[in-house]
């Protein structure tokens, strides 16, 4: 078949894939499609300006001013209007809930899509030039289409997600998303201004040797069954690869297999990550590339969120490894 011929070469533009796929669901309007131009839009616009974050004063605090007097902005703040301005102007969403935003952002009333996004994760790294991320999440509203979208509307399982995936600003440049048909990774072609379908059909390692945590706060970890499976990485020599930046650690956790944890700690007791914003979106992009995603008693996409801002325990990556966690959880 042409469309899916087209939607498997390497090469093909995510403008071209995204409206192939679209020609699969004669029924479409183009809602959808809009909505994911409208995400890799803006994160175009983020990444140029995280590449020249290092030239202009970008990387101040909020509150400061810049030389001509104007409020400056953090790169995170910054990227999360970036998001919002695209999304409002493409007209396809009718809501955002944002990390970087204490409640709904009420957006297009006429359209049925809600956006959940973290618009630029792992932000301490910006500042030394360090890999960062943008995650997201697309969900149906549950709401009749014209009317304002409701706290409910917003707190729906991961399994809900109609889409999820990430941005890793990096070396280069990658969008790399799911609609639930598998996992596809695009790299941003600077001179096209056009992300390239790059890596086609993602799969994690069913079992590997890289584990991912925060090794240094080890003393908080209150689950004894962490101490036990982080003994079991170190008898086997594992390697330990700990960026510090959710997305990059996960995307290399997905190209090469391994395990990313936060575990609960005395200082975070529901861990630090959050549900709507981190876990949800990376464990539907992790179970489509075969992979697992647990906080370490329930499937993170079984959860039923009661807050936009909630946190969770985040143990995600390759099966066996995740599988391997959580025996060592129950003390097995
Ligand atoms: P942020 O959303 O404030 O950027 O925090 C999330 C980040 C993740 O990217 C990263 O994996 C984790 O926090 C690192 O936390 P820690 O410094 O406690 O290891
Ligand atoms: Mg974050």
């Known amino acids: 078949m042409e469309s899916s011929r087209i939607a498997i070469s390497i090469g093909v533009t995510l403008d071209r894939f995204i409206r192939s796929n679209e020609k699969q669901y004669p029924q479409s309007v183009g809602e959808f499609s809009q909505l994911l131009r409208d995400i890799a839009l803006a994160s175009k616009v983020v990444n140029r300006e995280i590449n020249k974050a290092g030239l202009i004063d970008i990387m101040g605090a909020v509150g400061n001013q810049n030389a001509a007097g104007d409020e400056q902005q953090k790169l995170d703040v910054l990227a999360d209007i970036r998001f919002t301005r695209a999304l409002s102007k493409g007209g396809a969403a009718c809501a955002i809930i944002s990390e970087e935003e204490e409640g709904i952002v009420q957006l297009n009333p006429d359209a049925k899509y809600i956006v959940a996004i973290d618009p630029l994760d792992g932000s301490s ?7 960062i991320g943008t995650i997201f999440s697309v969900y149906r509203r549950k709401s009749a289409v014209g009317t304002a979208i409701n706290l409910e509307d917003c707190l729906q399982p991961g399994s809900a997600q109609v889409a999820a995936g990430y941005v890793l600003y990096g070396s280069s440049t990658m969008l790399v998303y799911t609609t639930g048909q598998g996992l596809n990774g695009f790299t941003y072609e600077a001179t ?29 970890f209150v689950q004894p069954g962490i101490h036990v499976y982080l003994n079991h990485c170190k008898e086997h020599h594992y390697a330990a690869r700990y960026i510090g930046s959710l997305v990059a650690d996960i995307h290399r956790n997905l190209l090469k297999g391994g395990i990313y944890l936060y575990p609960a700690t005395i200082h975070h007791p529901q861990g630090k990550l959050r ?12 179970e489509q590339a075969g992979g697992k995603a647990t906080d370490g008693e ?35």
């Open 192 to 220: 096209l201004g056009e992300y390239v379908l790059s890596h086609p059909d993602i799969h994690i390692k069913p079992d590997a040797n890289t584990y991912s945590i925060n090794e240094g706060i080890s003393k908080s």
């Open 125 to 131: 790294n910006i500042d030394v030039n360090v890999s």
């Open 298 to 332: 329930k499937r993170i996409l079984d959860i039923e969120p009661t807050q936009i801002h909630e946190k969770t325990p985040l143990f995600i990556g390759s099966l066996q490894m995740v599988e391997a966690l959580e025996n060592a959880l129950v003390g097995n």
């Open 275 to 286: 549900l709507m914003f981190e876990a949800n979106s990376l464990a539907f992009v992790v």
